[in-house]
């Protein structure tokens, strides 16, 4: 049996000692042999049976350490894509085979295996570094590799190790300082405190990098930072960097430097240009918790020099302009206490910052700075103007536009659409150009790029291609098996269902002359006018429509159909035609009765029970057969949500079925599937219970970008007349009600929408929620209501609302002070009718 033979009946029995054993006993000219097999035997294991060969691959990567010639190709055996799940465990194996190859080899397989590591991928770190150690060979400065080295640092570190020695200096220069830093506190404070890293180089670092970073900056910096436990002497030395930190930093940081200062200050030892500079930036930031600190700070400070009145009050005329009550009443209550000694700059920036203030607040502020301050206007932001949904892409303009554009790794629904139409187009303008463009694809055939994923858009639209290109071609790859008709859970199966018909059309040699259901719009419609010029199109070459392609196109059209499009409809003769005339003239598929119920279910994977939405269709017992499953929403985990609104643009509330299984699960992920809420708000159709809790659902998610979603959507609806105020705001009480959402996260979407221009939407669905979440006398409040509360009264100022509100004004008839109370009679004086005349 030769060595060749002795190797790989031990790989294939996964016996790594075996083969690390032979391994080590190979001359050159066995190892010569073996690198000369092993790439060969490596390509030829099937990527689809991976299962049954996986145990081979440890001994194979040995092997490969072990026998090929250069430092380049024993570093790319490494990171070959087939051994990037392999179990891990062999370090010290290939570190001992490396040991047979001269240091100069060793320290070039260092620098390229270097080279090669990513934050994501830290695969052999410990096998360079060693060969680093080994050799002597000048550390390499890849930011990947020094994140390894940070990783692995510890307090028992060797002073002569060459890692620590070269990293040391520049530990707060790496970029992917975070990937490690977090676990690393300790470890660093620790050789801090027994002098194995300089204090002063370590505290400069720490404040260096946080200024570097503004806003990314790591919190773990400043966690380092307090562990550090800096004397009043270090403070000082770096006041003017901590007052730099303020304005941007994130609120970890700014906490850090706000203790530092106020030390700094309470001892006298803050200079005051630095404490004016402070104190502003504070006042500037968003952050509640910051800016009641900056209140604190500020009338402690002035009541130890009250020559600071003028610094503070400016300070406080921007927290004036903050839109939260209990923040803005803190404020003013100072400034009115400061009034007797400010100065003129104090008391102009007061009065001019005063006019944005609740009235009673501006009342206080113009009675102790000399009255006659006014309310300033209120200003109104109109509404966006939407059209019919995202403006389509453009055709293809040839061949190998067409071909480059179904080459690319995903596609969107509307490049999905596109790619379809663009194929049946070429294929009957240029079919051997189109041909010739797919050529590199094709000789040879590439089965990898036509793919074998029967979910895959890319691969579906792929297999249409080569079926128009290779019609032979096709029978020698995996089948894609596609369910007709198509049962969809969720909406994918319609379009992957239309790319495989159309695929067998060009099988069977028919071809397609033109594809009915591409939209028009960006909503997905389909014009009425346009699909009957394709319908015309289709009888006129003699062709009968692809079943999918049909019934999708009449999903896309519009509720609305012109007489005179109903009227050429019923002139069309062939079965197409005449359904399409049905269609138009018997208003299309029906608008069922939707309910979605809230229900606790098992989770198998967490073995536990979560709560989920699930949907119930009143299904119409005429309703068409192709049409049924459609009406059937079904329980199954996708990332497909935004094709579907487009599946079926006129019926929103079939489609928000589908969706609020969905949602409910990944209400706390980041996988941007309310995105799909933008295509939902384009819809035309009646909105009902299944919009309206796909809709809470956005706006109660843990994520503010998916969140963002849900306000532009809500933006969509406002301008287009259509927010369904009563049914959202019964579902979002029903929801915040059961726990399911998070009242302060559906508040922070209704803001956005408020600043936005919807406030009067807004206002109709706050003032609809405010009875059913409002406590009762004695009952603890919810989280969150006191800001609903406040949201209700934004968007009633900019709308100019007037109203009788019982509940809210039973709320502020209550004794106290608690920002409940603030908010529901901030809300109740803005709204409240002017008193009738006795008279």
């Given at each position: 049996?030769?060595v060749?033979?002795?190797?790989?009946?031990?790989?294939k029995g996964?016996?790594?000692?075996?083969?690390?054993?032979?391994?080590?006993?190979?001359?050159?000219?066995?190892?010569?042999?073996v690198?000369?097999?092993?790439?060969?035997?490596?390509?030829?294991?099937?990527?689809?049976?991976?299962w049954?060969?996986?145990?081979q691959?440890?001994?194979?990567?040995?092997?490969?350490?072990?026998?090929?010639?250069?430092?380049?190709?024993?570093?790319?055996?490494l990171?070959?894509?087939?051994?990037?799940?392999?179990?891990r465990?062999?370090?010290?194996?290939?570190?001992?085979?490396?040991?047979?190859?001269?240091?100069?080899?060793?320290?070039?397989?260092?620098?390229?295996?270097?080279?090669?590591?990513?934050?994501?991928?830290?695969?052999?770190?410990?096998?360079?570094?060693?060969?680093v150690?080994?050799t002597?060979?000048?550390?390499?400065?890849?930011?990947?590799?020094?994140v390894?080295?940070?990783?692995?640092?510890h307090?028992?570190?060797?002073?002569?190790?060459?890692?620590?020695?070269?990293?040391?200096?520049?530990?707060?220069?790496?970029?992917?300082?975070?990937?490690?830093?977090?676990?690393?506190?300790?470890?660093?404070?620790?050789?801090?405190?027994?002098?194995?890293?300089?204090?002063?180089?370590?505290?400069?670092g720490?404040?260096?990098?946080?200024?570097?970073?503004?806003p990314?900056?790591?919190?773990?910096?400043?966690?380092?930072?307090?562990?550090?436990?800096?004397?009043?002497d270090?403070?000082?030395?770096?006041?003017?960097?901590y007052?730099?930190?303020?304005?941007?930093?994130?609120?970890?940081?700014?906490?850090?430097?706000?203790?530092?200062?106020?030390?700094?200050?309470?001892?006298?030892?803050?200079?005051?240009?630095?404490?004016a500079?402070?104190?502003e930036?504070?006042?500037?930031?968003?952050?509640?918790?910051?800016?009641?600190?900056?209140?604190?700070?500020?009338?402690?400070?002035?009541l130890?020099?009250?020559?600071?009145?003028?610094?503070?009050?400016?300070?406080m005329?921007?927290?004036?302009?903050q839109?939260?009550?209990?923040?803005?009443?803190?404020?003013?209550?100072?400034?009115?206490?400061?009034?007797?000694?400010?100065?003129?700059?104090?008391r102009?920036?007061?009065?001019?910052?005063?006019?944005?203030?609740?009235?009673?607040?501006?009342?206080?502020?113009?009675?102790?700075?000399?009255?006659?301050?006014?309310?300033?206007?209120?200003?109104?932001?109109?509404?966006?103007?939407?059209?019919?949904?995202?403006a389509?892409?453009?055709?293809?303009?040839?061949p190998?536009?067409?071909?480059?554009?179904?080459?690319?790794?995903?596609?969107?629904?509307?490049?999905?659409?596109?790619?379809?139409?663009?194929?049946?187009?070429?294929?009957?303008?240029?079919?051997d150009?189109?041909?010739?463009?797919?050529?590199?694809?094709?000789?040879?055939?590439?089965?990898?790029?036509?793919?074998?994923?029967?979910?895959?858009?890319?691969?579906v639209?792929?297999?249409?291609?080569?079926?128009?290109a290779?019609?032979?071609?096709?029978?020698?790859?995996?089948?894609?098996a596609?369910?007709?008709?198509?049962?969809l859970?969720?909406?994918?199966?319609?379009?992957?269902?239309?790319?495989?018909?159309?695929?067998?059309?060009?099988?069977?040699?028919r071809?397609?002359?033109?594809?009915?259901?591409?939209?028009?719009?960006?909503?997905?419609?389909?014009?009425?006018?346009?699909?009957?010029?394709?319908?015309?199109?289709l009888?006129?070459?003699?062709?009968?429509?692809?079943?999918?392609?049909?019934?999708?196109?009449?999903?896309?059209?519009?509720?609305d159909?012109?007489?005179?499009?109903?009227?050429?409809a019923?002139?069309?003769?062939?079965?197409?035609?005449?359904?399409?005339?049905?269609?138009?003239?018997?208003?299309?598929?029906?608008?069922?009765?939707?309910?979605?119920?809230?229900?606790?279910?098992?989770?198998?994977y967490?073995?536990?029970?979560?709560?989920?939405?699930?949907?119930?269709?009143?299904?119409?017992?005429?309703?068409?057969?192709?049409?049924?499953?459609?009406?059937?929403?079904e329980?199954?985990?996708?990332?497909?949500?935004?094709?579907?609104?487009?599946?079926?643009?006129?019926?929103?509330?079939i489609?928000?079925?589908?969706?609020?299984?969905?949602?409910?699960?990944?209400?706390?992920?980041?996988?941007?599937?309310?995105?799909a809420?933008?295509?939902?708000?384009?819809?035309?159709?009646?909105?009902?219970?299944?919009?309206?809790?796909?809709?809470?659902?956005g706006?109660?998610h843990?994520s503010?970008?998916?969140?963002?979603?849900?306000?532009?959507?809500?933006?969509?609806?406002?301008?287009?007349?259509?927010?369904?105020?009563?049914?959202?705001?019964?579902?979002l009480?029903?929801?915040?009600?059961?726990?399911?959402?998070?009242?302060?996260?559906?508040?922070s979407?209704?803001?956005d929408?408020?600043?936005?221009?919807?406030?009067?939407?807004?206002?109709?669905?706050?003032?609809?929620?405010?009875?059913?979440l409002?406590?009762?006398?004695?009952?603890?409040?919810?989280?969150?209501?006191?800001?609903?509360?406040?949201?209700?009264?934004?968007?009633?100022?900019?709308?100019?609302v007037?109203?009788?509100?019982?509940?809210v004004?039973?709320?502020?008839?209550?004794?106290?002070?608690?920002?409940l109370?603030?908010?529901?009679?901030?809300?109740?004086?803005?709204?409240?009718?002017?008193?009738k005349?006795?008279?």
């Amino acid at each position: 049996m030769s060595v060749w033979e002795r190797l790989v009946k031990l790989a294939k029995g996964g016996d790594v000692a075996g083969v690390f054993r032979l391994l080590l006993e190979l001359d050159a000219d066995d190892r010569k042999a073996v690198a000369a097999q092993l790439p060969r035997h490596l390509a030829g294991l099937r990527p689809e049976e991976w299962w049954s060969w996986r145990h081979q691959l440890r001994p194979l990567r040995l092997a490969g350490v072990a026998c090929l010639g250069g430092a380049a190709a024993v570093t790319a055996w490494l990171f070959r894509r087939e051994f990037q799940w392999t179990e891990r465990g062999d370090d010290e194996r290939v570190i001992l085979l490396l040991r047979q190859r001269p240091a100069e080899w060793r320290a070039d397989v260092a620098r390229r295996i270097a080279a090669r590591l990513r934050l994501n991928d830290m695969r052999y770190w410990e096998v360079a570094a060693a060969l680093v150690r080994e050799t002597g060979t000048e550390p390499p400065d890849g930011d990947a590799f020094m994140v390894g080295w940070l990783r692995a640092l510890h307090s028992g570190t060797p002073a002569d190790d060459p890692l620590f020695t070269a990293f040391a200096p520049r530990l707060f220069d790496v970029d992917g300082l975070g990937e490690a830093l977090p676990e690393q506190v300790g470890t660093i404070a620790r050789l801090v405190e027994d002098g194995r890293l300089e204090r002063k180089r370590v505290i400069d670092g720490i404040v260096g990098r946080l200024l570097r970073d503004g806003p990314t900056a790591l919190s773990a910096l400043a966690v380092l930072h307090d562990r550090l436990d800096l004397d009043i002497d270090e403070s000082a030395e770096r006041a003017r960097d901590y007052t730099r930190l303020l304005p941007a930093g994130p609120v970890a940081v700014a906490d850090l430097a706000l203790a530092q200062l106020r030390r700094l200050e309470e001892a006298g030892r803050l200079e005051e240009e630095l404490f004016a500079e402070a104190v502003e930036a504070l006042a500037f930031r968003p952050e509640k918790k910051l800016l009641r600190a900056a209140l604190s700070w500020a009338g402690d400070a002035v009541l130890r020099d009250a020559r600071r009145a003028d610094v503070v009050l400016a300070a406080m005329s921007l927290i004036f302009a903050q839109d939260t009550l209990a923040l803005q009443e803190r404020a003013v209550r100072l400034a009115v206490k400061l009034a007797p000694q400010a100065g003129e700059a104090g008391r102009e920036a007061v009065r001019q910052a005063a006019a944005g203030l609740p009235e009673e607040l501006l009342e206080r502020v113009s009675a102790a700075y000399g009255g006659g301050i006014a309310a300033e206007e209120v200003t109104v932001t109109p509404l966006p103007v939407v059209g019919h949904g995202p403006a389509l892409p453009p055709p293809y303009t040839s061949p190998d536009q067409l071909v480059r554009a179904v080459s690319a790794r995903e596609v969107d629904p509307h490049t999905f659409e596109r790619l379809l139409a663009g194929l049946v187009e070429w294929s009957q303008r240029a079919p051997d150009a189109l041909r010739e463009a797919l050529r590199p694809w094709l000789e040879p055939l590439d089965p990898l790029f036509f793919g074998h994923n029967r979910d895959d858009a890319v691969h579906v639209v792929r297999r249409a291609f080569l079926a128009f290109a290779s019609p032979e071609g096709g029978h020698t790859l995996p089948k894609i098996a596609i369910r007709q008709p198509p049962t969809l859970g969720g909406f994918k199966q319609l379009y992957l269902g239309r790319a495989d018909e159309l695929a067998r059309s060009f099988e069977e040699g028919r071809g397609y002359p033109v594809l009915l259901a591409t939209p028009t719009a960006g909503s997905g419609h389909v014009d009425p006018g346009v699909l009957l010029d394709r319908l015309e199109l289709l009888e006129a070459a003699g062709a009968r429509a692809l079943p999918g392609d049909l019934v999708q196109a009449l999903l896309r059209l519009p509720r609305d159909i012109p007489d005179a499009c109903v009227r050429r409809a019923e002139s069309l003769t062939s079965e197409a035609g005449r359904a399409c005339a049905a269609w138009m003239r018997d208003g299309g598929a029906a608008d069922p009765r939707v309910k979605v119920h809230l229900r606790s279910e098992r989770n198998g994977y967490y073995l536990s029970n979560w709560p989920v939405l699930r949907s119930v269709v009143d299904v119409p017992d005429d309703l068409p057969e192709e049409l049924r499953p459609l009406y059937r929403p079904e329980a199954g985990y996708a990332y497909t949500l935004e094709w579907w609104p487009l599946a079926m643009p006129s019926h929103p509330e079939i489609v928000a079925a589908h969706m609020v299984w969905m949602m409910s699960i990944c209400i706390d992920s980041s996988d941007s599937q309310t995105q799909a809420l933008v295509g939902l708000a384009h819809a035309d159709g009646p909105l009902g219970s299944a919009v309206a809790h796909a809709l809470a659902c956005g706006m109660g998610h843990a994520s503010a970008t998916d969140r963002a979603a849900a306000t532009d959507a809500l933006l969509t609806l406002a301008a287009r007349g259509r927010v369904p105020a009563q049914v959202l705001a019964e579902t979002l009480t029903k929801l915040v009600a059961e726990g399911f959402l998070k009242l302060n996260r559906v508040v922070s979407v209704l803001d956005d929408a408020t600043q936005a221009g919807a406030h009067e939407a807004v206002w109709e669905v706050v003032v609809r929620l405010l009875p059913g979440l409002l406590p009762q006398e004695g009952e603890r409040p919810r989280a969150g209501v006191a800001d609903l509360l406040a949201a209700g009264a934004r968007a009633a100022r900019i709308a100019g609302v007037r109203a009788e509100l019982p509940d809210v004004a039973a709320v502020a008839a209550r004794k106290g002070s608690s920002r409940l109370v603030q908010e529901a009679r901030r809300l109740q004086h803005l709204v409240a009718l002017p008193e009738k005349s006795t008279l």
